[in-house]
């Protein structure tokens, strides 16, 4: 019975260790657990109570006195890691070392995130509860407010939750394209009494679906975006290079009502328009037409107008001399060459020089513009507007005015030295805490389909719409995809790859040990 009791404590272990992995298998901890935890706790005692001659015969040697001192020292070394464990958990800093900062918010999820003024709760509904992807999302952005806080929730074991807030999209879904796997599921937001969701299927939670939630909470009403039509401008459902579909979604992510607006018809500026947008006309507009957008204006109305180069844009001349913006009748050409490392050529020049205004604030990345002409302020300025420089080209650059020839040369009685400035911004205070704003560019292509998504193009038309709507504080640099660097192998290359690691590698290894082995035996 006494030898039977000194391995009594293995079998108390074991007994032990099945009730804890149960438990974090089952996430249920009944009554038979506990007893067998006690029954194993009682029969370690039993056999360390009758083990324990021999156990103090043991310490009593030399051997195990430095073992245990050796084993004290290991102990203290783990308690200094776990002491530094704690209090990394407890004071997290990450560092994103990826090239895109893909483990990074980007500058404008940042800007919403702040501007969360009261609680904000988010509750995740996914199979299983707690999941990873999504959790590291949440994580970004309740670690930039404390303000917001989120709780996974598993919609088939709290079923009364999920039926309350109507959740039915949920579960595992499988990639045939590229075998990637991962859950999905809803996501809801609330806020104040507003609440958003976000329902995913066939991907993953992603930064840009938060932000885009949290934009519609924050924002609150929506404000309506109107593009004037009837004069050749860019349409908004037309999704080849030159069509402005994408701008137009881009605002829709952006929380804001996109509509057109045919001024010779509607006789007016409809009365819900927060600011109105005339993009690449080909032909002038009536003088009436003019005349209400001049009027929008002076009443503390907001515009951008986006012009294309002669022969086939629009100038709009004696309506921009009035807000004191000389629109040139020129192309831009860029004879630095730097485009050509971008795929550019001279007509399509590359601009990395903005002014400081509200728009460009911390903008630091290049933007394209085809076919532009120069768009500068006027001087001297008409009394009551200020007009600024927004971005130029650089000082290899020219408005080549002699649009005929086949060869272009600056020539400096005629052409606009270097840089040119692109677009300008103009503004008149109203009185009544109310001022004018207007926008004007030199080229309407860089916001069209072709070349939205090309470096900040996207941004600086969304920033430059998000300071005339009057939402400042929106104004930021835009999360991007990340881009996909898998690296793909042939059969051939990926068997090679195997017998590397799983033989050369190994092998090396081993004979490397063997050969240590022999030389130290001579």
């Known amino acids: 019975m006494k030898e039977q009791l000194k391995k009594a404590d293995i079998l108390g272990l074991a007994i032990v260790a099945a009730s804890l992995i149960s438990y974090s298998v089952r996430s249920i901890w009944s009554v038979y657990q506990t007893i067998a935890v006690v029954l194993g706790v009682v029969l370690i005692v039993a056999s360390l109570a009758v083990k324990s001659g021999e156990i103090r015969t043991t310490l009593g040697r030399r051997s195990s006195r430095f073992g245990i001192n050796s084993a004290t020292s290991v102990l203290i070394l783990l308690g200094i890691l776990a002491l530094v464990n704690y209090l990394g958990a407890q004071h997290v800093k990450r560092v994103d070392m990826t090239s895109e900062k ?10 919403v995130a702040q501007q969360v003024k009261q609680d904000l709760k988010i509750k995740a509904f996914y199979p299983g509860g707690e999941y990873q992807p999504a959790k590291e999302v949440l994580d970004l952005f309740k670690s930039k407010n404390n303000r917001i806080a989120y709780e996974f929730i598993d919609p088939d074991k709290q079923p009364q939750i999920a039926q309350q807030y ?19 599921g809803t996501v809801i937001l609330e806020m104040s009494g507003k609440t958003e969701r976000i329902e995913k299927q066939s991907e993953p939670l992603r930064e840009e679906d938060v932000t885009n939630s949290l934009l519609k909470i924050v924002k609150g009403e929506k404000k309506t975006v109107y593009f004037v039509d009837g004069h050749g401008e860019k349409k908004l459902d037309d999704t080849e290079r030159k069509g402005y579909s994408s701008a137009k979604a881009a605002l829709e992510k952006e929380n804001y009502v996109v509509k057109t607006a045919n001024l010779v018809q509607e006789g007016k500026i409809p009365d819900d328009a927060s600011l109105l947008v005339m993009a690449g006309p080909t032909s002038e507009p009536f003088a009436n037409e003019l005349e209400l957008i001049d009027g929008y204006l002076n009443k503390g109305g907001s515009a951008l107008i986006l012009l294309d180069p002669p022969p086939e844009g629009a100038s709009l001349t004696d309506f921009m001399k009035k807000w004191s913006i000389d629109v040139g009748n020129n192309m831009v050409l860029d004879a630095s060459g730097v485009g050509r490392l971008f795929g550019a050529g001279p007509t399509i020049p590359l601009v990395t020089n903005y002014s400081h205004h509200k728009i460009t604030e911390h903008f630091n990345v290049m933007t394209f513009f085809p076919l532009v002409r120069s768009v500068t302020p006027l001087m001297p300025p008409v009394n009551g507007v200020n007009a600024e420089q927004l971005l130029a080209s650089n000082e290899k650059s020219w408005g080549e005015t002699d649009l005929k020839s086949s060869q272009a040369e ?113």
Request: hydrophobic letters at 35%; a positive charge.
């Open 102 to 111: 893909i483990y990074s918010l980007s500058d404008q999820s940042v800007s």
């Open 166 to 184: 109507q959740v039915t999209q949920y579960g595992d879904f499988q990639n045939p394209m590229t075998g990637e796997s991962f859950r999905y």
């Open 410 to 522: 600056f020539d400096p009685k005629t052409d606009l030295k270097g840089p040119v400035s692109l677009a300008t911004v103009a503004t008149k205070d109203q009185g009544e805490n109310k001022k004018s704003r207007l926008v004007v560019y030199g080229d309407s292509d860089f916001a069209s389909n072709g070349f939205f998504a090309l470096q900040g193009n996207g941004n600086l038309f969304l920033n430059t719409i998000a300071w005339l709507a009057q939402d400042e504080s929106f104004i930021s640099i835009r999360p991007k995809n990340p881009e996909d660097r898998r690296l793909t192998m042939t059969e051939a290359q990926g068997r090679l790859a195997s017998y590397v690691m799983l033989l050369l590698l190994p092998g090396f290894v081993i004979s490397t040990g063997v050969s240590v082995w022999m030389k130290r035996r001579k």
